[in-house]
């Protein structure tokens, strides 16, 4: 990335006029991939980020309220329709003491309890 100005493809002018034109427009994309590296690179990751999405699906979908099908007894071999409330709660409990590294080796709990003694 440190050489990206010597490869890059763009032509700064034209990404200059198409900032403006993107502005201009009445309904905008949210985002666009401006060159054709870019629009490479955005597809090639969105292809990937969708292959993962769909390998996940039926774990991803195995909270919905409604019984959309058994992904999460596909996954895991349990429902969480058969843990009770006291079961789920200790689940929680573990989860929440247990030191993480993005929190500087604090658990969630003492990062909620500091956060509200401010």
């Given at each position: 990335?440190?050489?990206?100005?010597?490869?890059?493809?763009?032509?700064?002018?034209?990404?200059?006029?198409?900032?403006?034109?993107?502005?201009?427009?009445d309904n905008p994309p949210l985002r666009?991939?401006?060159?054709?590296?870019?629009?490479?690179?955005?597809?090639?990751?969105?292809?990937?980020?969708?292959?993962?999405?769909?390998?996940?699906?039926?774990?991803?979908?195995?909270?919905?309220?409604?019984?959309?099908?058994?992904?999460?007894?596909?996954?895991?071999?349990?429902?969480?329709?058969?843990?009770?409330?006291?079961?789920?709660?200790?689940?929680?409990?573990?989860?929440?003491?247990?030191?993480?590294?993005?929190?500087e080796f604090q658990t969630p709990n003492?990062?909620?309890?500091?956060?509200?003694?401010?």
């Amino acid at each position: 990335m440190a050489d990206f100005e010597e490869t890059a493809n763009g032509d700064p002018g034209k990404v200059a006029q198409l900032v403006i034109r993107v502005a201009e427009l009445d309904n905008p994309p949210l985002r666009i991939l401006a060159g054709s590296d870019a629009y490479t690179y955005g597809r090639e990751a969105w292809t990937k980020r969708l292959e993962t999405d769909t390998a996940w699906e039926s774990l991803s979908c195995s909270i919905d309220a409604y019984d959309s099908g058994n992904g999460w007894e596909r996954q895991r071999g349990a429902s969480l329709r058969d843990l009770t409330e006291a079961q789920l709660d200790a689940v929680a409990a573990e989860l929440n003491d247990r030191p993480r590294k993005r929190l500087e080796f604090q658990t969630p709990n003492e990062v909620l309890e500091n956060t509200l003694l401010r």
